[in-house]
């Protein structure tokens, strides 16, 4: 298995700055991407930012030029660095890794969260 435990939430204003970060535990070996969600009241969960272990980062439009996504190997932790918020990044963000177990040719694949940390960007 892998945990996913997220820190970094919080209350800003506007314009403000706000950093996250998802520490992974247990078969880490395994992962291949990782990425953060976000799901507003009332809204599905979207993908904000993603990264994989060969290409770079991608980015939501929405985020584009304000949000960094980036990865530190060695200490299994993936962040999320936010700036400029605006309201509409109220959310809960949640940390995903995508991990695959197995053979190369036949592989089994598995989707983990963690338990998600709640950004509220309010005046």
């Known amino acids: 298995q892998v945990q996913l435990v997220e820190s970094g939430g919080g209350l800003v204003q506007p314009g403000g700055s706000l950093r996250l970060s998802c520490v992974a535990s247990?078969?880490?070996?395994?992962?291949?991407?990782m990425g953060w969600y976000r799901q507003a009241p009332g809204k599905g969960r979207e993908l904000v930012a993603g990264?994989?272990?060969?290409?770079?980062?991608n980015y939501a439009d929405s985020v584009k030029g304000r949000f960094t996504i980036s990865r530190n190997n060695a200490e299994n932790t993936l962040y999320l660095q936010m700036n400029n918020l605006k309201p509409e990044d109220t959310a809960v963000y949640y940390c995903?890794?995508?991990?695959?177990?197995?053979?190369?040719?036949?592989?089994?694949?598995?989707?983990?969260w963690g338990q998600g940390t709640q950004v509220t960007v309010s005046s």
């Open positions: 995903n890794a995508h991990a695959s177990f197995g053979p190369v040719e036949a592989p089994m694949e598995s989707d983990y």
């Open positions: 247990g078969r880490t070996r395994s992962i291949d991407a």
């Open positions: 990264i994989t272990f060969r290409d770079g980062p």
